[in-house]
């Protein structure tokens, strides 16, 4: 095995025993970057001489007998919304040319704070306003979308250009791309993670947090980001175990209504392998589901035309034209619709935590189906019915944002395609160790921590 | 009910707004903002139906 192939828990253990040198963790990542990216381009840009000087000192660390951090000499990445100190915040789009950032967010410091070593800014959707990320592919088949919008951070973690990476998520883009690239990605509760120095897509709703190969590493980066205030990663080690009595709806509306075969019987799979462990399986009704999707688009159109009021009115031709025509849109879009779409996001907020006085915790995919074609713009069902991309890819998970509610997503096989199967579990507020739990589960009947993508090499 | 919108309608919107799109783009706009709005305003039936089971709810206690 590689060192770019070790998951954060394992490299930090041999780092600790002055096994593995950060410098050669470090070159083993930078190496595989080079190896693979200019065909998968999930960086948009790359910090390789800083993160070799910084791997320096961390050996010099390492050799010294200091304390060290939970992630002291790991290479982790961050999606291009997110500021750090003397760097540009692409956001991957032509509107932020010229950017420097003049300060670091609070995410970054905290990361850089544990020991981490940043390997550089991953592609997002343009604003983080998509499901696609074009300038990414997906490891696992190139001519294939990594999904969006932290579609770059879900690639370099999945071919092992970082151990680890930060995403965001506003109807989605932590776990789609995770669920499409086969890693591990976590939606925290709103409010957990701060938000300071990250670019906003829509202030209600967005949340960020990590995207990993292994729930063991999501519960650590978790742990990181939170600044430390809870050991997700010792609970999560001492308590995975014992899932008795636990309560897992399943539910009998909506969430598997519009399903690919191979997702619902790997799902089916994974619910029968969780009943064996003693966790109960509770069929359940999930309340207001048709006012999901309109809410999600009256608040995230119109909160975003805000975010851009300038740029729109200052630099139009700078957007990429499916942005571009959101943000006009939205900006067009009457308060009345808004409001009615804020009306609806209470009632959700009020009716789904009724839901979970009944159940622990939901089963439910991620992605109703496998990572499109690049090209792709809608999906075919068998019933006729054609569905555009961007919809099938948010219905399943804006729930969980319009709430504000925590959902991991958790890699469980690969489909006949050769592409990554997921499982999405949603809790309540402040859910986030039971949901590291179930998740750990999961990836364990399922084979455990899942291989990197070995396509990665071939365009 | 929610209009259809047309390009002279969105010049309008747009200039109150004080954005300027250019006359290529008014047609896929106001194409857009009528499907948006009227995604959004199914919601508007979902409230009343909302409203009405309250009111059926009551009528039972009453």
């Known amino acids: 095995m590689k060192p770019f192939e070790l998951s954060i828990s394992?490299?930090?253990?041999?780092?600790?025993?002055?096994?593995?040198?950060?410098?050669?963790?470090?070159?083993?990542?930078?190496?595989?970057?080079?190896?693979?990216?200019?065909?998968?381009?999930?960086?948009?840009?790359?910090?390789?001489?800083?993160?070799?000087?910084?791997?320096?000192?961390?050996?010099?660390?390492?050799?010294?007998?200091?304390?060290?951090?939970?992630?002291?000499?790991?290479?982790?990445?961050?999606?291009?919304?997110?500021?750090?100190?003397?760097?540009?915040?692409s956001a991957s789009s032509r509107v932020q040319e010229g950017h420097v950032a003049q300060s670091s967010a609070t995410v970054t410091q905290w990361l850089q704070e544990a020991g981490g070593i940043l390997t550089g800014k991953t592609h997002t959707h343009e604003f983080a306003f998509g499901l696609t990320t074009p300038q990414t592919g997906n490891p696992w088949h190139f001519d294939h979308t990594p999904g969006g919008s932290s579609g770059g951070s879900a690639a370099a973690v999945a071919y092992g250009g970082a151990l680890a990476a930060i995403g965001t998520d506003t109807g989605g883009s932590i776990r789609v791309p995770?669920?499409?690239?086969g890693v591990v990605g976590l939606k925290p509760t709103r409010g957990l993670v701060p938000?300071?120095?990250?670019?906003?897509?829509?202030?209600?709703?967005?949340?960020?947090?990590?995207?990993?190969?292994?729930?063991?590493?999501?519960?650590?980066?978790?742990?990181?980001?939170?600044?430390g205030s809870k050991a997700y990663a010792a609970a999560l080690g001492a308590s995975s175990q014992e899932l008795s009595g636990i309560k897992l709806g399943v539910p009998i509306n909506y969430f598997y209504d519009q399903l690919d075969s191979e997702i619902e019987q790997a799902l089916?799979?994974?619910?029968?392998?969780?009943?064996?462990?003693?966790?109960?399986?509770?069929?359940?009704?999930?309340?207001?589901?048709?006012?999901?999707?309109?809410?999600?688009?009256?608040?995230?159109?119109?909160?975003?035309?805000?975010?851009?009021?300038?740029?729109?009115?200052?630099?139009?031709?700078?957007?990429?034209?499916?942005v571009r025509l959101l943000v006009e849109t939205g900006s067009l879009l009457p308060?009345?619709?808004?409001?009615?779409?804020?009306?609806?996001?209470?009632?959700?907020?009020?009716?789904?935590?009724?839901?979970?006085?009944?159940?622990?915790?939901?089963?439910?995919?991620?992605?109703?189906?496998?990572?499109?074609?690049?090209?792709?713009?809608?999906?075919?069902w068998p019933n006729g019915i054609q569905e555009p991309v961007v919809e099938a890819y948010v219905r399943l998970n804006a729930g969980a944002n319009l709430t504000g509610i925590p959902a991991?997503?958790?890699?469980?096989?690969?489909?006949?395609?050769?592409?990554?199967?997921?499982?999405?579990?949603?809790?309540?507020?402040?859910?986030?160790?039971?949901?590291?739990?179930?998740?750990?589960?999961?990836?364990?009947?399922?084979?455990?921590a899942k291989p990197l993508a070995q396509n990665a090499q071939i365009s | 009910?929610?209009?259809?919108?047309?390009?002279?309608?969105?010049?309008?919107?747009?200039?109150?707004?004080?954005?300027?799109?250019?006359?290529?783009?008014?047609?896929?706009i106001a194409a857009t903002l009528t499907h948006v709005r009227t995604f959004i305003a199914t919601l508007d039936a979902t409230t009343q139906t909302s409203i009405l089971n309250k009111e059926a709810d009551l009528d039972e206690t009453l």
């Open chain 1, 178 to 181: 995770a669920a499409l690239c």
């Open chain 1, 10 to 89: 394992e490299a930090a253990n041999l780092i600790s025993k002055k096994e593995l040198s950060p410098v050669e963790l470090v070159n083993s990542v930078l190496d595989r970057v080079e190896e693979v990216d200019s065909n998968i381009g999930a960086y948009a840009l790359l910090t390789a001489d800083q993160a070799r000087k910084d791997a320096k000192l961390a050996e010099q660390k390492v050799l010294d007998g200091n304390p060290l951090g939970a992630l002291h000499g790991i290479p982790f990445a961050l999606k291009d919304l997110i500021d750090v100190d003397g760097l540009p915040t």
């Open chain 1, 335 to 380: 308060a009345q619709d808004y409001l009615m779409a804020k009306e609806a996001q209470a009632r959700l907020q009020k009716g789904w935590p009724s839901m979970f006085e009944h159940v622990d915790a939901l089963i439910v995919p991620t992605v109703p189906t496998v990572a499109a074609r690049r090209d792709q713009d809608v999906f075919d």
């Open chain 1, 408 to 448: 991991i997503t958790v890699p469980i096989g690969m489909h006949s395609t050769g592409l990554p199967l997921a499982a999405q579990f949603i809790g309540p507020n402040h859910s986030e160790m039971l949901l590291l739990r179930i998740g750990k589960a999961a990836e364990s009947l399922t084979g455990g």
């Open chain 2, 1 to 28: 009910m929610i209009p259809t919108y047309t390009p002279e309608l969105i010049t309008e919107l747009a200039r109150r707004q004080m954005l300027h799109l250019p006359e290529e783009r008014l047609e896929l």
């Open chain 1, 195 to 227: 938000l300071q120095g990250i670019l906003p897509l829509a202030k209600s709703l967005d949340t960020v947090g990590p995207i990993t190969r292994t729930v063991g590493d999501a519960a650590l980066m978790l742990e990181v980001i939170t600044g």
């Open chain 1, 268 to 322: 089916h799979n994974l619910q029968k392998s969780l009943a064996d462990t003693g966790i109960e399986l509770v069929e359940i009704s999930v309340p207001l589901t048709e006012t999901i999707m309109p809410s999600q688009w009256g608040i995230m159109l119109a909160e975003a035309a805000r975010v851009h009021y300038e740029n729109i009115r200052s630099k139009p031709d700078h957007f990429g034209e499916d």
